[in-house]
């Protein structure tokens, strides 16, 4: 699969989805979670 993102890139809806959390987003931003989907505020 070809990704346009450099090597460094931490994707943060990849974090978030992973249970993580940064300075911008955070788990409270989740307003659907199902197994192969979620959807933030």
Do not use: K, W
């Not at 994707?11 to 931003?29: H, I, R, S, Y």
């Amino acid at each position: 699969m070809f990704n346009h993102e450099p090597d460094d890139y931490d994707c943060p809806f990849c974090l978030v989805a992973a249970g993580g959390e940064n300075a911008f987003t955070g788990q409270q931003d989740i307003v659907l979670r199902l197994r192969e989907y979620f959807a933030g505020a």
